[in-house]
C-alpha cells in the first residue's frame, strides 16, 4: 500500500515499544506515537477535518510539526508546509491559494499568521502546535479523543501541497501524492545500509522545506527515530548532535559552512555523525576540502533536485567526494540518477543531446509531482511527456555523472557569449578568505549583461579584487572574469530553503548604478 500513514503502522509492526520520536517533553514509542496521531486525527475530523481539506503548518520545527503531518494524512487531509520566513502577504496567498481549512501554528509565528488568516477572509480552524497555544491544540486534542481509524488515503491520492521557494516570482503549489513519498523513500534508502535501531536523524533544517519533508517521510518509512531542534544554530546543533548521538542530518551547504566556522567544532563530540546529507545547491571545492578534513568519519551525500521531483533527481556518494587524482573534476558533479528515476539531457526541442553537451536537465520517476495546484498552464509547461523539465542547465558524462552548470534563468549573456554563474562562483569559492558569493549579470549598456560579484568574506579576512581577477584569469575565458565586485560584510539574502537570492541581489545591483 503505498501510503504516508503506512510507514507508521510498520513502524508499530517492527518496533513497537522502541523509541520513534524523541523531543521537549520526552521520548515517544512506535505504539504511543500511532495512538497519538489517530487521537490528533480523531479531533481533527471532529473540528470538522473532510477528506482533502488541506491543512496548512507556519511553525519552527518541533515534534507537534511531526504529529501534525501524519495526523493531516490520518484524517485524510492535505498537508500545506508553510515557508516560515515569509512575509503576511505571501503567507496569505499560499493560504487563500490552498483554500486552507486547517491552520497550524506556534507561538512564534503566531502574530504573523492570524494577520495572514485576516487578510484572506478565510474561516480557518486554528490548532496550536503546543499545549496553551490557541484555544484548540495539538495536546488537547490528542488528551481529548479517542484514536480513529486510519483515512487509508493512498497511491494517486493527494498527499501534500509545497509551495516552491518563490526565488524567481510567485510560489506554485507542487502536488505530491502518496505514491511520490512512497517512491522516494524507497529511492533514497535503496543499497543503502541503514540500520533502523540505529539511525537518529535531527531534523535541523527546516520542516518547511522539501529537503527536510524527504526525510521526515523517509526516516519515518526505515522506522529511525526523529530528534528536533527549533532551526538551525551551528552551535545549538551541535550540542544536539553530541547529546543525542545523531547519526543523520540534512543541511544545505549556507549551514554547512557555518558548520565549519563555528569554533565549537573542534571540541565537540561528533563521532556518532555518520551521514550528513545536503542540498539547495552544490557545495564548493573548496568546502568540501574542509568538510573531509574536519568531520573525517562522516559521509557526505549530495542530493540534487527540486521540489517538483519529490524531490531527489541525482545522489553524489560519499565516494565520489573524494575521486582518484584523474576524476578530480567530478567534484563538481550533481551526482548519479537515483534508483528508479531516468535523467537525460535534451536541447529546446527536447531532443537528447550527447554527452558532455549542455542543454536541459529533464526527469522521469514514480516520485515526480502530478502537477501544480489549480495552474494547467505551468503544469503543461513541466510536465512533458511524462518528463518534468527542471529549467536546470547540465550535462551527462561518460560515466552517468551529472552537471548542473546553471538554472536557465541564471545564465548570463554577456557580449553575446553564454556564461553559467555556477562555474564562475566555483573558482571565486577555491580563493583564500571567500565564505559567500553570488555571481549575477546587470545590464550594461556595451556588454547587453555585465558579470557582476558579490563576495562575502571570512571573518577576518579581506578580498584584494585585483589578486583575485589575476587568480580568475589562470582558469577563466576572460569573458567569463567578474567586470565588477561588491564586497560586503553582511550575509547574502537567502530563502527559507538556505538559497543565496539572486533575484535580491539583481535588484540592489540594478538599483545601484
Keep these: 500500500m503505498m501510503s504516508v500513514t503506512q510507514a507508521v503502522h510498520r513502524g508499530v509492526q517492527m518496533r513497537a515499544d522502541s523509541t520513534a520520536i524523541v523531543g521537549e517533553n520526552g521520548a515517544r514509542t512506535w505504539r504511543q506515537w500511532r495512538d497519538d496521531i489517530a487521537r490528533l486525527a480523531s479531533g481533527l475530523r471532529a473540528k470538522g477535518m473532510k477528506a482533502g481539506d488541506r491543512a496548512a503548518i507556519i511553525a519552527l520545527n518541533s515534534v507537534g510539526y511531526l504529529d501534525a503531518m501524519f495526523a493531516v494524512a490520518w484524517a485524510g487531509g492535505v498537508v500545506v508546509p508553510v515557508n516560515t520566513r515569509l512575509s503576511v502577504p505571501e503567507i496569505a496567498y499560499i493560504l487563500g491559494h490552498a483554500e486552507s481549512n486547517f491552520v497550524f501554528v506556534d507561538s512564534a509565528l503566531k502574530d504573523v499568521t492570524l494577520a495572514a488568516i485576516a487578510e484572506t477572509g478565510l474561516l480557518a480552524t486554528v490548532v496550536g502546535i503546543h499545549a496553551g497555544e490557541a484555544d484548540v491544540n495539538i495536546p488537547k486534542l490528542i488528551a481529548d479523543h479517542e484514536p480513529c481509524e486510519d483515512a487509508g488515503r493512498r497511491g494517486d491520492d493527494l498527499s501534500g501541497i509545497f509551495y516552491t521557494g518563490g526565488t524567481t516570482g510567485r510560489s506554485k503549489g507542487v502536488m505530491l501524492s502518496q505514491a511520490n513519498h512512497h517512491v522516494h523513500s524507497l529511492a533514497m534508502w535503496a543499497g543503502r545500509s541503514a540500520n533502523p535501531a540505529e539511525l537518529r536523524y535531527l531534523h535541523a533544517a527546516p520542516m518547511f522545506h ?263 584569469r589562470k582558469d577563466l575565458a576572460g569573458f567569463k572574469i567578474p567586470r565588477s565586485y561588491d564586497i560586503r560584510s553582511a550575509p547574502l539574502p537567502v530563502s527559507g530553503a538556505g538559497k543565496i537570492l539572486k533575484r535580491e541581489l539583481r535588484r540592489e545591483a540594478e538599483e545601484g548604478q
Design 210 to 472: 522539501i529537503a527536510d519533508a524527504e526525510f521526515i517521510y523517509g526516516v519515518t518509512y526505515i522506522g529511525g527515530t526523529h530528534f528536533t531542534i527549533p532551526g538551525f544554530e551551528a552551535g545549538a546543533f551541535l550540542d544536539a548532535v553530541a547529546r543525542h548521538k545523531i547519526t543523520d542530518v540534512v543541511l544545505v551547504p549556507t549551514m554547512i559552512q557555518m558548520l565549519l566556522d563555528h569554533p565549537a567544532l573542534a571540541t565537540t563530540d561528533t563521532t556518532s555523525l555518520s551521514r550528513l546529507w545536503y542540498g539547495g545547491s552544490p557545495l564548493a571545492e573548496q568546502t568540501i576540502l574542509r568538510l573531509l578534513n574536519a568531520l573525517p568519519h562522516v559521509s557526505p551525500i549530495q542530493l540534487y533536485g527540486q521540489t517538483e521531483a519529490g524531490p531527489i533527481i541525482t545522489i553524489f556518494e560519499s565516494a565520489d567526494h573524494n575521486p582518484p587524482a584523474e576524476h578530480l573534476a567530478r567534484r563538481r558533479a550533481a551526482g548519479r540518477p537515483v534508483t528508479g528515476c531516468h535523467v537525460c539531457i535534451v536541447d529546446e526541442n527536447g531532443t537528447a543531446m550527447a554527452n558532455g553537451e549542455v542543454g536541459e536537465i529533464v526527469a522521469r520517476s514514480g516520485s515526480v509531482m502530478t502537477g501544480y495546484w489549480q495552474d494547467k498552464a505551468q503544469t503543461a509547461a513541466a510536465l512533458q511527456d511524462g518528463w518534468l523539465h527542471t529549467g536546470d542547465a547540465g550535462y551527462m558524462d561518460d560515466d552517468g555523472y551529472v552537471y548542473v552548470t546553471d538554472r536557465f534563468k541564471d545564465m548570463i549573456i554577456t557580449g553575446g557569449e553564454n556564461v553559467f554563474s555556477i562555474e564562475v562562483e566555483q573558482f571565486i569559492y577555491a580563493f583564500p578568505g571567500v565564505a559567500q558569493c553570488a555571481v549575477i549579470g546587470v545590464s550594461d549598456a556595451q556588454w547587453g549583461e555585465r558579470i557582476h560579484a558579490v563576495i562575502v568574506p571570512q571573518p577576518g579576512k579581506s578580498i584584494d579584487t585585483e589578486a583575485l581577477t589575476a587568480a580568475l
